[in-house]
């Protein structure tokens, strides 16, 4: 693949969209560049196994560039991007769980993943990550916009369509589960 | 900083090492060309699925009109062609017997059966009744 076109890479997501629905599908790439890695951030900690992770951003990428007519800069992109990531994640599980293969909130993560990671890992990591898995998904995603992407509350609900004083409560609701688990 | 912020900064610091693995792992270029792939197969696939209905479209009107040209050269059949005539604008010179024979030939007609030897309930229609049961048979 061609090396990421520097006026593109230095451009705005909104500048990058607009391209993209003009038809440059170099817009596009830089986007998936520019977001990709956050994505599949949030997408392994909200209980995606390591082996969809992949698989899980581009149909993220992909819905999100079908539906990018509906996005009207209520909040960044890259925060629009991940309600989508949560909403494919979610519709995996529930495939997961017709196909009777193994529901992503038991499988936590790929377990014969890098031998290496499973090492490093610290034991207070995966017990966060189940402990993740248990709470209510609009907890879970409040949390991990504000602990793991570092969202102010006003965008969290900007993107999520709730008010700001209630990302906050589920944000306390989550953080007061979690440590219950952890401690 | 307190013990109550230190525990949520480790909460947060955790949070953020979470799937820092499956992120790093993540070909970012690859990912990007798999995705505009993906975008280019569906597109394909929205455009074959507006088309293909038009093409049946076209392919079933040119069926159709080439058989109906094929139809009237060869004098196939027509459809008889004759004025509206309803039944009851007869009724008016009919006696009562006559309309309940008319009515037990219907009978005869629609059942593809003998009429019954006795019908009581024609008999004991006056002839206007019975010339508006013709009519409602009429439609």
Redesign the interface.
């Known amino acids: 693949m061609a090396s990421p076109d520097p006026v593109a890479a230095s451009s705005s997501d909104a500048a990058l969209i607009a391209a993209w629905q003009a038809g440059d599908e170099q817009a596009a790439a830089e986007l998936v560049r520019r977001h990709a890695r956050a994505l599949a951030r949030f997408l392994a900690s909200g209980g995606a196994r390591d082996a969809d992770v992949d698989d899980l951003v581009q149909e993220t990428f992909i819905r999100a560039f079908r539906a990018v007519g509906k996005f009207r800069g209520q909040c960044q992109f890259r925060t629009w991007l991940l309600t989508i990531g949560g909403n494919v994640l979610k519709d995996a599980g529930r495939r997961a769980a017709r196909e009777k293969v193994v529901p992503l909130d038991d499988a936590l993560r790929d377990r014969d993943g890098d031998p290496h990671e499973q090492a490093v890992a610290g034991e207070a990591a995966d017990r966060l990550r189940e402990a993740l898995l248990r709470l209510p998904r609009m907890q879970r995603e409040v949390f991990l916009l504000r602990a793991q992407q570092g969202l102010a509350y006003e965008e969290i609900a900007a993107a999520l369509e709730t008010s700001a004083g209630a990302a906050r409560v589920h944000y306390h609701h989550a953080v007061r589960r979690l440590k219950e688990h952890l401690e | 900083m307190n013990d109550h912020e230190l525990?949520?900064a480790k909460?947060?610091e955790?949070?953020?090492?979470?799937?820092?693995?499956?992120?790093?792992?993540?070909?970012?270029?690859?990912?990007?060309?798999?995705?505009?792939r993906?975008?280019s197969v569906?597109e394909q696939e929205r455009t074959l699925w507006w088309m293909q209905p038009s093409w049946l479209r076209a392919a079933a009107a040119v069926v159709l009109i080439a058989g109906g040209v094929a139809l009237w050269h060869t004098g196939g059949p027509r459809l008889p062609v004759h004025p509206s005539h309803y039944v009851a604008e007869d009724l008016n010179g009919l006696s009562a017997d006559d309309l309940r024979n008319v009515l037990s030939g219907l009978d005869q007609t629609l059942n593809g059966t003998e009429p019954a030897e006795a019908e009581p309930g024609l008999n004991e229609l006056s002839p206007e009744q019975l010339k508006a049961v013709l009519r409602s048979l009429e439609g």
């Open positions: 525990h949520d909460l947060q955790l949070a953020r090492q979470l799937g820092a693995q499956a992120a790093e792992r993540l070909n970012v270029q690859a990912t990007a060309a798999a995705v505009l993906r975008l569906r």
